[in-house]
């Protein structure tokens, strides 16, 4: 499971950032949610910008614009509460096992789909096997394979040449309308909370008819549904589900706006044409006065880093890796560049998940000018000019700059850039990852990348960025004993083990710097009067179902 | 007159096919892979990797994915985008958006262009004429983003009077689009209309005219006016043409779904196919526009004449 990049964010569109599912509506639903009690609903309406989707089959749509209606439109095995990001059992009664590679989900009754259809064991396997079918192309593909869950059968719907001959995962299997089985192909203890993520939704039995018509109108399990179809480029619009098996949304309706620009949608907001909006960067500071308590920020999952080309020299070293490391004035950065919208990374996971630890990373990521320059000059330095890499589509070139100029000043270095746009310089780093060896015409310095968790696990910080051949290790770092750690944390039967676990593999990471960590991410957004109660959850998502209208209406 | 009009319209197939190719070949140049551009960081398996650059032929070179993209449009398909919309339906969808901007900005221009220009043009001198000349320099100045953020803060943020993004309230959403939209081109109708109408008002036939004593109004509306409007509708004809193929800048900064933005996400996107089909149907309509305002001289000055 790898990604993650605020790409081209010349109009502002977010693309690309793959996240996993979080709270939607669930509040405490212990017992049978099947009855749903009369909850006192806010009703009244209101709207929200996102950008266009990509896609509204869950299983394809892998970017926040999308996902964001999907949690309105869904309900999935679990969800994470976003305010105390305790798991919540949802449509899933039960998920266990034994062995952690044979799990067994029991799911609760009267779930029914917005058409009426009850939500059965079959719709969950259908839609992972639909996921899980290579020439379907889905976006969501690899959440099944090596890189995600991994489910036993994957490889024969997804061989490297010609067709595949089978298309159901020989891992899944139906034991009665409410029971499923899921092998995995190795143990893995989180298997549990990987699954509130949008590739693991159920799907109607309509959709496997007509996925395009689908498409522009999906059908879903969750708390709101759709109101007529997708107008492209313009708005999607919910209803309250009033069926629905869960904790019902506050809103009657919701209107999500499309915006192609991140800055148009705040000042629609300022125009009182829009309730919820996200903050572009340079309105943060004169946001927080304009908005006063309606100006939102929550820490998010994102996470940006500078690794090295490990295989090349002198990035090889580990003493010139912590060098550049000290020599980097994080907090200036974030001061000048982002107007205090970051927090300096001080671990390899994001605070937003269990086993943080502040501090972690220690000397190694602390500005000290003086010690990163002795260090530096007597592990040998730099030959010739620092090449540094980066995605000119993303609005990295101000503080890659910023970073390269106290390189230069503190340990005394010349340095160029190389840049291009993001589906080039992706090329670029993977043709790294084959030619391991003394390889120049590749990336060949440092490269800034960034990751948004999948689920909230140290795990898919660690394991996806720093094992070794993992999909999202663009260093070549590899560390035996590292991957001994995150196998028996993965096999763990007891959370608290398996953090202990990735903690010590957090540490050996920490010791060898592959990546130098920079900042994680904040989120900010804004809203108007109309609304209240508008959390952001650590996916950067708004937990539509509990916004309140206030009243008026925008 | 007849085969004026076929001559024109049989000049436009090379046009069609020259301008088709020389698009394609430049979305075809942008460096990187699409369906990897599409999938952001995300791996993506070699089956599935394999399926889309068989579907959108991104293997063949570049003259085979040319002809089988005219092929595709000959039997009336435009292809379809990474995402599998069918380019027709983008476009069914948002010609008409960009149609009912460049309509407001058209009449906007022109009403307002054509009347403080008669304005200026029969009061040489006056007051003003010389308000006209500075207005419209400042207004010529500004950038059309700048007038874009100017109009949003003063009339949507500040008063409030106008919805600023989107086109959800109606026709009312096309209006400060389409003043911003009409606002550069109301600056050269105004002027083009002042100078030949200062131009013609010297003229002899008009001192003829005044000589024998018409009245005033039938003297400028119907011999200086006439004559001076064949520049000024060249331009409105041309502009119209221009309005219709999309206006960037501006759908970009009011968040109007129209061919602009689309043509933008679509190069950023490296959709060849939207590009390609958004541009040519652009092209049409500018043969179209041109040919028609050539038509119109031939009302506006009974001395054209075309065979």
Redesign the interface.
């Known amino acids: 499971m790898?990604?993650?990049?605020r790409?081209?964010a010349?109009?502002g569109?977010i693309?690309?950032?793959?996240l996993v599912a979080a709270a939607c509506g669930g509040d405490d639903e212990d017992g049978g949610a099947a009855t749903t009690a009369p909850v006192a609903t806010t009703g009244g309406e209101f709207s929200m910008s996102i950008c266009?989707p990509?896609?509204l089959i869950p299983q394809i749509n892998?970017?926040t614009c999308g996902s964001q209606v999907l949690k309105g439109l869904f309900t999935p095995l679990i969800q994470f509460d976003p305010e105390t990001d305790e798991l919540i059992y949802a449509v899933a009664e039960s998920i266990t096992s034994d062995d952690q590679t044979t799990w067994t989900v029991t799911l609760r009754d009267g779930w029914t789909f917005h058409d009426g259809t009850p939500v059965t064991a079959q719709s969950f396997v259908d839609a992972w096997n639909w996921g899980a079918f290579?020439?379907?192309?889905?976006?969501n593909?690899?959440f099944f394979?090596p890189?995600g869950v991994n489910i036993v059968g994957y490889d024969a719907l997804?061989?490297?040449?010609?067709?595949?001959d089978a298309k159901e995962l020989s891992g899944l299997t139906v034991v009665d309308d409410r029971t499923f089985t899921v092998e995995l192909g190795a143990p893995f203890s989180e298997f549990p909370i990987t699954v509130g993520y949008n590739a693991f939704y159920p799907l109607p039995p309509s959709f496997f008819e007509d996925s395009?018509a689908f498409?522009e109108a999906p059908v879903g399990n969750g708390p709101y549904m759709i109101d007529g179809s997708w107008q492209?480029?313009?708005?999607i619009s919910v209803v309250r589900y009033e069926d629905y098996a869960g904790t019902p949304g506050n809103a009657d309706a919701i209107t999500f706006?499309?915006?192609?620009?991140l800055d148009?949608?705040y000042?629609?907001t300022?125009?009182?044409?829009?309730d919820i909006a996200d903050v572009p960067s340079e309105q943060i500071e004169s946001g927080r006065a304009e908005f006063g308590d309606r100006f939102i920020e929550s820490p998010s999952s994102s996470f940006s880093y500078i690794g090295f080309p490990l295989w090349a020299e002198p990035f090889d070293n580990p003493d010139i890796r912590k060098a550049m490391s000290m020599a980097i004035d994080r907090q200036a950065v974030i001061t000048a560049i982002f107007f205090d919208t970051l927090t300096p990374a001080d671990d390899m996971a994001s605070p937003v998940v269990q086993g943080y630890r502040e501090g972690a990373c220690g000397e190694a990521c602390t500005y000290d000018p003086e010690a990163a320059k002795e260090l530096f000059d007597s592990a040998g330095g730099i030959d010739g000019e620092l090449t540094i890499w980066f995605n000119n589509?993303g609005g990295h070139e101000q503080w890659i700059e910023a970073v390269a100029n106290q390189w230069a000043q503190n340990l005394d270095i010349e340095f160029r850039f190389e840049s291009?746009?993001?589906?080039?310089y992706?090329?670029l780093l993977d043709e790294g990852l084959d030619n391991e060896l003394g390889d120049t015409d590749g990336v060949n310095g440092p490269f800034r990348?960034g990751w948004v968790m999948d689920y909230p696990s140290m795990q898919n910080y660690l394991e996806n960025l720093h094992g070794t051949q993992a999909?999202?290790n663009y260093t070549t770092y590899s560390n035996p004993e590292f991957d001994d750690l995150i196998a028996q944390g993965k096999r763990a039967t007891d959370l608290d083990q398996a953090v202990s676990l990735y903690q010590q593999a957090d540490d050996l990471v920490i010791q060898d710097l592959p990546i130098i960590p920079l900042w994680f991410g904040l989120n900010q957004s804004v809203t108007s009067e109309n609304v209240s109660n508008v959390i952001i959850d650590k996916f950067s998502f708004v937990d539509i179902a509990r916004v309140e209208v206030v009243g008026g209406g925008a | 007159m007849g085969r004026y009009i076929a001559r024109r319209l049989l000049q436009a197939i090379p046009v069609f096919f020259g301008a088709t190719f020389i698009v394609f070949a430049m979305v075809y140049a942008i460096p990187g892979d699409p369906i990897r551009a599409l999938n952001g960081e995300r791996p993506i398996s070699d089956s599935a990797m394999q399926q889309l650059h068989e579907r959108y032929n991104l293997d063949d070179p570049l003259l085979v994915q040319y002809g089988k993209y005219i092929w595709g449009i000959v039997h009336g398909d435009f292809g379809k985008t990474f995402r599998g919309y069918p380019v027709i339906d983008i476009m069914k969808e948002k010609f008409p958006v960009t149609f009912r901007l460049a309509l407001g900005a058209f009449v906007f221009e022109g009403i307002v262009g054509l009347f403080a220009g008669i304005l200026a043009g029969l009061k040489r001198g006056s007051f003003m004429d010389n308000l006209l000349l500075i207005s419209t320099m400042f207004i010529a100045a500004i950038p059309v983003f700048v007038l874009g953020f100017l109009a949003q803060i003063m009339l949507g943020i500040q008063f409030r009077i106008f919805p600023i993004a989107g086109i959800y309230n109606g026709w009312i959403s096309y209006v400060l689009p389409s003043i911003v939209l009409g606002s550069l081109s109301l600056v050269y109708i105004a002027r083009l209309t002042r100078t030949s109408l200062v131009e013609n008002m010297r003229s002899d036939y008009i001192r003829t005219a005044e000589a024998k004593g018409l009245p005033r109004s039938r003297v400028v509306g119907r011999h200086a006016l006439r004559n001076s409007l064949i520049p000024v509708v060249t331009y409105l004809g041309v502009d119209l043409g221009t309005l219709m193929v999309g206006a960037i800048i501006t759908e970009g900064i009011f968040n109007i779904p129209g061919v602009g933005r689309e043509i933008f996400l679509a190069i950023r996107g490296q959709e060849g196919a939207v590009v390609v089909g958004i541009v040519t149907a652009g092209i049409m309509i500018f043969i179209v526009m041109n040919l028609f305002v050539d038509l119109l001289y031939a009302v506006l000055d009974p001395r054209i004449r075309y065979e």
Do not use: V
């Open positions: 790898r990604r993650r990049l790409a081209p010349l109009l569109l693309l690309a950032l793959a266009e990509e896609s892998a970017e290579g020439p379907n192309g889905a976006g593909n690899y394979g890189y997804n061989p490297s040449e010609g067709k595949p395009d498409n492209h480029d313009q708005q706006r499309i915006y192609a620009d148009t949608a000042r629609d300022q125009a009182g044409g829009l589509d291009m746009p993001f589906a080039k992706l090329g990348l999909g999202s």
